[in-house]
T-cell receptor, first 116, second 110 residues
Framework: GAVVSQHPSRVICKSGTSVKIECRSL??????MFWYRQFPKQSLMLMAT?????????EQGVEKDKFLINHASLTLSTLTVTSAHPEDSSFYIC????????????FGSGTRLTVV | GIQVEQSPPDLILQEGANSTLRCNFS?????LQWFHQNPWGQLINLFY???GTKQNGRLSATTVATERYSLLYISSSQTTDSGVYFC????????????FGSGTRLSIRP
């Protein structure tokens, strides 16, 4: 089945530094990937849609200059949290869809970011 | 945008009991999935079910697209069924993104 690999699984960084999270589709090509954020005891909120070879589409209220998304190839999308602050601490999850239908979306295992 | 509501928000049951989780959505959809999020945060895809009925072991799901709801049934609950269950839908008018409901937190007690 379709597999999405996400790294790192856990990261702790100092306030003011930047953190990069990678999302890879291992056995399929993904022209579109999605980035979600989940705060404790809350649902997953879509942050942006990552399009291969073009700019990401951000949801309303998400700062595109703070959350930089790069989708350089059909199997890799990266999310960089720039100048991280404690309020950016959250669980970040990526997803992708293999094919055009019948399989739904596959999710990475998530990255737990803690900014101290 | 589309609104997705799940009920109940919390559910506590004894092992062996059956349960029904509901997902209502406000517009027509071309994608609907049920997920189980385990304690480590991993989302386990249970069903891809934009319409119709599917069954997988003790779990089954039904989506009535014309009435804009889906149901997830869990029979003979086990403690390992505990966790949060999410319904996620994709709007028919949207390119491809899916939106998550607020989830149902299920606790199965031994």
């Amino acid at each position: 089945g379709a597999v999405v690999s996400q790294h790192p699984s856990r990261v702790i960084c100092k306030s003011g530094t930047s953190v990069k999270i990678e999302c890879r589709s291992l056995d399929f090509q993904a022209t579109t990937m999605f980035w979600y954020r989940q705060f404790p005891k809350q649902s997953l909120m879509l942050m942006a849609t990552s399009n291969e070879g073009s700019k990401a589409t951000y949801e309303q209220g998400v700062e595109k200059d703070k959350f930089l998304i790069n989708h350089a190839s059909l199997t890799l999308s990266t999310l960089t949290v720039t100048s991280a602050h404690p309020e950016d601490s959250s669980f970040y999850i990526c997803s992708a869809r293999a094919g055009t239908g019948g399989n739904g979306y596959t999710f990475g295992s998530g990255t737990r970011l803690t900014v101290v | 945008g589309i609104q997705v509501e799940q009920s109940p928000p919390d559910l506590i049951l004894q092992e062996g009991a059956n349960s029904t989780l509901r997902c209502n959505f406000s517009d027509s959809v071309n994608n609907l999935q049920w997920f189980h999020q385990n304690p480590w945060g991993q989302l386990i895809n249970l069903f891809y079910i934009p319409s119709g009925t599917k069954q997988n072991g003790r779990l089954s799901a039904t989506t009535v697209a014309t009435e804009r709801y889906s149901l997830l049934y869990i029979s003979s609950s086990q403690t390992t069924d505990s966790g949060v269950y999410f319904c996620a839908v994709g709007e028919s008018s949207s390119a491809s993104k899916i939106i998550f409901g607020s989830g149902t937190r299920l606790s199965i007690r031994p």
